[in-house]
């Protein structure tokens, strides 16, 4: 029986949620609260496995499908492993990447269709979709820009795809929030690192504050 609270961070390459992600788990911590920070496709070993597979600069004949259910295992195994135990325990989870990661890239921009990928999601999910979600919004062009500059950051697979494609994850990201409108934050992600952060701690300090935590 779910108790925690499940928060996602969404958006296109490079719009800084990795970097935000961190600096929140250590400014919650620095407040009192327990938070589990963790990553998608990956967080546990089968999982970083199949991450391994899927970006894979080498990998180059994968069928779409297949790179669809390969998300949605490495999903299942995370969710069964770390993200529903913790949930269970009454924990705080935020998560670098999830179900609207699939629909975005697998759904929308390589046209597998949104509904379809949701639909063997919730197969991987069982009913799981996040509390809350944080969306990084800025331009892809940027985006690609900011990893490209970061040359500590291994280029993958999914980044050597053309701008267009970053720009219909883009446009699969619009349609899913206008979907479920009610469990999205949409943060401007084209400022600094510290205005970023102020803004998504203040939203994510009042989510808690709403679960009554
Ligand atoms: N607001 C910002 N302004 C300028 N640079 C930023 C900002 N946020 C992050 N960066 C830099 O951009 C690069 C990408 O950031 P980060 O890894 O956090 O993005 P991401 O959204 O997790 O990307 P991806 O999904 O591609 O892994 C890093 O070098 C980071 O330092
Ligand atoms: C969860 C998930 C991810 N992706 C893509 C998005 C990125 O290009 C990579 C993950 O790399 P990151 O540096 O950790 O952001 O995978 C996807 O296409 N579908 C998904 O479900």
Redesign the pocket.
């Known amino acids: 029986m779910k108790r925690g609270i499940f928060i996602t961070m969404e958006g296109p390459?490079g719009a800084g949620?990795?970097t935000i992600t961190h600096m929140l788990g250590k400014a919650l911590q620095e407040e009192g609260y327990q938070v589990l920070l963790t990553?998608?496709?990956?967080g546990v070993p089968i999982a970083e496995q199949i991450r391994e597979v899927?970006?894979n600069k080498e990998n180059t004949a994968m069928d779409p499908r297949t790179?669809a259910l390969l998300?949605a295992a490495a999903?299942r195994q995370h969710l069964v492993e770390v993200v529903m135990p913790e949930l269970d325990r009454g924990g705080i989870v935020l998560c670098?990447?999830?179900?609207d990661?699939?629909l975005a890239?697998?759904g929308h921009a390589r046209g597998l269709d949104i509904e379809e990928v949701y639909s063997i999601n919730k197969f991987a999910i069982g009913g799981m979709m996040p509390d809350a979600t944080f969306f990084f919004d800025i331009d892809p062009g940027e985006g690609l820009r900011r990893i490209q500059s970061n040359g500590e950051r291994e280029v993958?697979r999914?980044?050597l795809e053309a701008l267009d494609f970053h720009k219909k994850v883009c446009e699969g990201y619009q349609l899913i929030m206008n979907r479920w409108q009610d469990r999205f934050i949409i943060v401007d992600a084209g400022r600094t690192i510290e205005e970023v952060f102020e803004e998504t701690k203040a939203g994510l300090l009042n989510l808690l504050k709403e679960s009554g935590r």
């Open positions: 390459e949620k990795t990553r998608e496709p990956g899927i970006l790179e998300y999903r670098d990447r999830f179900i990661s699939s890239y697998q993958n999914l980044d």
